[in-house]
């Protein structure tokens, strides 16, 4: 089916509807998730995270990560916890020792959001950790209930989610494959300019730091060149003079980046020449490109020109569609922010108390809501809500 939508930004943009089932995040449920004790708010396709430095916006990014470290090849829940350190990492300081940590997220393919899957689970402290129960629901019929029987013939088992077994998830592989494809940037430069630092070894899991090149060359060549010409198009209106970006494998078959700007045509420079906001938005540009499940953003603005920032959401809208897919981005920019497109419903703003961090979308908070609808952006409305409360009367060194 393809249908045309007008959108209100000036111009013509075209969207397609996929048959392809499409599938997002509606909903997250956390306790003693890290330093949340509680969290339940709904999700749209885009979401900005913002709070005060050490909110836990990367925490909360985290949660989705575990499920997608739990969900993917070679994962499991075993390995998920011990390389966060352990569940009394994971699970909120705060909270009584023999608490449990819990997830619980809803997936949707309709626009009603009416939850197509529920899963959730608790994990019980212990060396191993055990799950306390793992629930899965498809619409309201419950497919999963655990412990059953054989886990109660059997312990050992709760150390296993059903979602990492091939064996048992037949009846939800859907919700395997959509936390095994989530997709997490967080580029570091460095660590793509320099892959063989030894730094940098001992990282399970980076796909755009470390091994964003090998990821490139992993592609199918179609597929691969199809995308790089699209991000050049991105980085001829972004980056002053550059004109081409080019695929490329030198003589031990390692997989290299070049860039050829226009008063130089002879010349081109490779990857460890490139600045850094080059890098960061090849990397963005590759990722919104690549994912069609989830997509999580850290800090998506760092080294970005601020004419660049000030485009990354509507950015970001018009890459969803038509292929659509869901993003969740954590920011602290406002100009990244001051984009009117933004909805209030489409922010959630963290908030740290004695509670733990607080967790509310932007257009539940009522002065906030006011604002946005008196045609303020995000920015204005509610970003002076994440400022330290004692910086305004104090210098920072006295
Ligand atoms: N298990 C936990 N319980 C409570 N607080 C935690 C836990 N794990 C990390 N934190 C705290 O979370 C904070 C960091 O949050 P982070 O997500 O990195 O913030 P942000 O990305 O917003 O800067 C730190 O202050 C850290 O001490
Ligand atoms: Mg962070």
Redesign the pocket.
């Known amino acids: 089916m393809t249908a045309y939508h007008l959108e209100g930004r000036g111009y013509l943009h075209i969207t397609f509807y996929y048959e392809k089932a499409y599938m997002k995040i509606s909903r997250i449920i956390l306790k003693n998730w890290?330093?949340f004790q509680l969290v339940d708010v709904p999700l749209e396709e885009r979401i900005f995270l913002i709070?005060?430095?050490?909110?836990?916006?990367?925490?909360?990014l985290?949660a989705f990560r575990f499920l997608h470290d739990i969900a993917k090849t070679g994962g499991g829940l075993q390995r998920s916890v011990t390389e966060r350190g352990g569940l009394s990492?994971?699970?909120?300081?705060?909270a009584p020792k023999s608490s449990i940590v819990e997830l619980e997220v809803h997936l949707t393919d309709s626009s009603d959001n009416t939850p197509r899957f529920k899963y959730a689970i608790g994990i019980k402290p212990g060396h191993p950790v055990t799950l306390a129960y793992e629930r899965v629901f498809q619409s309201n019929q419950q497919l999963i209930n655990r412990p059953d029987k054989e886990d109660k013939q059997d312990v050992l088992r709760l150390t296993q989610t059903y979602l990492e077994q091939i064996s048992t998830n037949a009846h939800f592989r859907e919700i395997a494959h959509f936390f095994g494809s989530v997709f997490y940037l967080h580029l570091v430069p460095q660590l793509l300019r320099f892959p063989e630092n030894v730094l940098n070894q001992g990282l399970s899991e980076n796909p755009f730091g470390r091994t964003f090149l090998k990821q490139l060359s992993n592609t199918p060549e179609k597929i691969r060149q199809f995308r790089l010409k699209q991000i050049e198009q991105g980085l001829r209106i972004t980056i002053p003079q550059f004109k081409r970006l080019i695929y490329s494998e030198d003589e031990k078959d390692m997989p290299h980046l070049e860039a050829v700007y226009e008063p130089w045509e002879q010349v081109s420079l490779r990857e460890n020449q490139f600045s850094d906001g080059t890098l960061r938005l090849i990397g963005l540009f590759w990722a919104l490109l690549e994912s069609d499940t989830l997509l999580l953003l850290e800090e998506p603005e760092l080294s970005l020109n601020g004419r660049i920032v000030n485009e990354l959401a509507p950015l970001i809208y018009r890459l969803q569609h038509p292929k659509q897919g869901q993003v969740i981005l954590?920011t602290q920019s406002g100009a990244l922010l001051s984009d009117k497109g933004i909805a209030g419903e489409e922010v959630l703003l963290?908030t740290p108390s004695e509670k733990?961090t607080q967790v509310e979308l932007a257009s539940s908070i009522e002065p906030v809501r006011h604002l946005l609808e008196a045609g303020l952006s995000i920015a204005d409305a509610a970003l002076s809500r994440t400022n330290p409360p004692a910086l305004h009367e104090q210098s920072l060194f006295q």
Do not use: V
């Open positions: 890290r330093n709070g005060a430095n050490a909110s836990g916006k990367s925490n909360f985290d990492s994971i699970r909120c300081f705060t954590s963290l733990g």
